[in-house]
Each structure stands twice: as structure tokens, then as C-alpha cells.
């Protein structure tokens, strides 16, 4: 079957997560990834971030993290010491090999190898190398260390995520680090498109910060606008009301009322018309001018009523509402199922003899997404990849 990224390959020297996120969606869409692990360290740091791992058949722990597996499927994993004259050679001819060759050290932190960007473009002019960092290459923070962490932190979205009166919270998952992952994929496709077309590679200049900062979006744009400080909505909208979680007598369900006609239904299904007719509450702007006021009837109301009354009552009058499933809901659902959104990869050497993932999003007509290869234990490929590119060589040298 052939996939979009057929043909292409990549040689990975990031570790954690914002790469790894990137070269998964490039493997996943056809491209021959070689991450190279380093081997004083047992390989990514990401193998050792658990529990949960992975027993193997045997019952004995594996390398395989649930972090290290979300995102290094369709890789394979080649030890390598790039701190060695013999692992810098290796490098240096894999690159030769290469298309792609993206890093997440610290900026100028591989010059010291020869493998940094200004090097291996020097010598492979047609490569595209994409480097991550937590500030980028410039700039006054550029040698500090960039964690998913910091980056929400000092890009902003911590101070507008949590409840009003609470502590600034980081979001549930590595966002920052997973955006960035995306923004770095968007731009190594962006930049393999200019060197198809002219021959001329380039290096792309990546921040953990900047990408963070690029999805403040509206909440962003606002505070430029007005110049203030934009606050905290715990689950409520800053500029749409009622859209937010409210409290049923069983649970918590989610109410989106998007525009002025959604929310006359939605004041029809509370029994309520008046709410929709009244000026303090009849436009979106009123609304906001008068959320607590407006807030405090409608939890009044959904309180008594349970999640599927409220969720049946709004679907049949076309209200967006839906319930705040656990994880264990959200892979049982039959949508996930219809989506394959959740995929078993075989690994004959594990427990159960498969892995579960969470499948990819993208769904193409004629080129879909394909999972060759689950995540890799350290360095298993290592021969493979040595062999065929001595074999590559020998070529080479005969041409």
C-alpha cells in the first residue's frame, strides 16, 4: 500500500516528547525514521517514565513505557554514542542517507560533534534539519533548559487555565510539547516542498515558547487588543455564555450554546422561555454582562436532572451537549471503535503478544496512514540499519 511519505527518511536525534511527536505523524505516514538512542543512557529518557510499562512474555519489565510508546511507533531504534568518533561517522553517513534530520538538544549543544545544523548542511546542502528548543536559537533565554512545563508557564496558557480563585494549572497532558510536535511536522513538509521544487535545504528554528505562545489564539489577541490581563474561567468561556460544564444529579455534562437561536432552545428545554426574552439575558453580550446572575439559574435548574435527561432533552433540540467521559469511557466508546482511534500493534515478545495505542487521527482517501512497526525496545534495529547502510555504501562507491 503506498503511503504519502513513501521513500522519504528521517533520521531522529530528539528524545521525550515534541520530536518524537513528529517524527511518529512522519512514520505514520510512510517515512523511514531512525531514532537514534544513546546507549550510556539505556536510549530515550521516556523509557523509563513510568510505571505503567509493558511485561514482557516472560513477565519481566520491559523498556516500553506507556510515555515511550505514544509516541515512537514506526521507528527504528539504532544505538548509537554520538559522544565517539565512531558515532558521529555513523551519523554523519546516515545523514548523507537522509531527507530529514531533526534534533532537540540544546541550542549549539551538537556543535561540539559536528552534528549541528550549520555542519551537516555544510556538507548535505539538500538536507531539511529542524531543531527544537525550549527558547529557540536566539534570544535572551535561548541556553535554558525548555520542559513542556516551562513552556506553558512562561508562555501564558497556565495563567488562564484553572478555576478563577485556584492556582494556575498546566494543562492535563504535555500540550506544549505535543503542538510544538505539529508546528514541526507543518514546517519540515513546508520546507521539503521548497527543496523539491529548488534543490536547496534549509534549517527550521523551532520553540517550545513560541508554539506555546502561537495557540493562545483568541485569549491572546484579546489581551492585545485591550492591553489587560486576560483571567482565569475555571471550565466557563471567556466570550460565550453558557458554554461550560454544569453539575447534573449524576455527573457533570457539557453545555455549548454557540449563537442566540441555540440558546431560545436551550431556555425551551429548561422550561424557561422567558430567560430567552428577557434583555438581561437574551443576547450573547447581555450574557456576559450578566453570567453570575444567569449561571446561578441555569445550575439551579440542570442540578436535579440526571446526564441523560439533560443530554437527550438538548440533542433532540440540536443544543451541543455531551457528557465529560473518564479515559476508560472514551475507549469503550462505539465512536472511537468507528474511528480507529484506538489500534493493536503485534509485539510477539510482550504480554497478550500486542500493544494497544491510540491510533491516528488522519484519514486519507488514497494514501491512509499505516502502522508498520510498534515502538521499538533500545537499539534493536541497530544491525539492521548498520548493515543496510554499509551495504549503501558499497554502492555508492561502485557508482
Aim: aromatic letters at 6%; proline letters at 6%; one cysteine or more.
Amino acid at each position: 500500500m503506498v503511503s504519502t511519505l513513501d521513500g522519504l527518511k528521517v533520521l531522529d536525534l530528539s528524545r521525550i516528547l515534541a520530536g518524537p511527536t513528529c517524527t511518529q505523524l512522519l512514520g505514520d505516514l510512510g517515512a523511514e525514521v531512525w531514532k537514534i538512542e544513546n546507549p550510556g543512557s539505556d536510549g530515550d529518557d521516556t523509557r523509563k517514565w513510568g510505571p505503567p510499562f509493558v511485561d514482557g512474555a516472560d513477565g519481566a519489565r520491559t523498556d516500553l513505557s506507556a510515555y515511550f510508546m505514544c509516541a515512537n511507533r514506526n521507528k527504528l531504534s539504532v544505538g548509537v554514542d554520538i559522544a565517539t568518533p565512531e558515532g558521529q561517522a555513523i551519523i554523519h553517513e546516515l545523514a548523507a542517507q537522509a531527507d530529514v534530520v531533526i534534533e532537540n538538544f540544546k541550542p549549539d549543544g551538537l556543535k561540539k560533534y559536528g552534528l549541528d545544523h550549520e555542519s551537516l548542511l555544510k556538507a548535505h546542502p539538500k538536507l531539511v534539519y529542524c531543531s527544537i528548543s525550549g527558547y529557540g536559537q536566539t534570544g535572551p533565554n535561548r541556553d535554558k533548559p525548555g520542559y513542556d512545563l516551562m513552556a506553558q508557564g512562561f508562555g501564558g496558557i497556565m495563567s488562564l487555565t484553572g478555576e478563577p480563585e485556584g492556582r494556575p494549572m498546566k494543562v492535563g497532558v504535555g500540550i506544549a510539547d505535543v503542538v510544538c510536535g505539529l508546528y514541526a511536522t507543518i514546517g519540515i513538509l513546508a520546507a521539503l516542498r521548497h527543496r523539491d521544487a529548488t534543490g536547496e535545504g534549509q534549517h527550521i528554528d523551532l520553540a517550545l515558547v513560541d508554539s506555546q505562545i502561537a495557540w493562545l489564539i483568541n485569549e491572546g489577541v484579546a489581551h492585545l487588543t485591550t492591553g489587560k490581563e486576560r483571567k482565569r474561567q475555571g471550565n466557563e468561556h471567556a466570550t460565550i455564555v453558557p458554554y461550560q460544564t454544569f453539575e447534573a444529579s449524576d455527573g457533570h455534562v457539557l453545555v455549548a450554546v454557540g449563537n442566540d437561536s441555540q440558546y431560545a432552545r436551550f431556555c425551551d428545554y429548561l422550561g424557561r422561555p422567558d430567560l430567552a426574552e428577557d434583555p438581561a439575558f437574551a443576547t450573547n453580550p447581555a450574557r456576559i454582562e450578566n453570567r453570575t446572575k444567569l449561571l446561578k439559574i441555569i445550575e439551579g435548574l440542570l442540578v436535579e436532572r440526571t446526564m441523560q435527561n439533560i443530554i437527550d432533552g438538548l440533542e433532540m433540540r440540536k443544543v451541543p451537549v455531551g457528557p465529560v467521559n473518564t479515559l476508560g469511557q472514551v475507549f469503550a466508546s462505539d465512536q472511537v471503535a468507528a474511528r480507529g482511534m484506538k489500534i493493536e500493534m503485534e509485539r510477539p515478545d510482550v504480554k497478550d503478544g500486542a500493544v494497544s495505542l491510540i491510533g491516528n487521527p488522519l484519514k486519507f482517501s488514497k494514501t491512509p496512514v499505516t502502522y508498520q512497526r510498534p515502538p521499538p525496545h533500545f537499539g534493536e534495529d541497530t544491525d539492521a540499519v548498520l548493515d543496510w547502510l554499509r551495504q549503501s555504501a558499497g554502492m555508492t562507491a561502485k557508482d
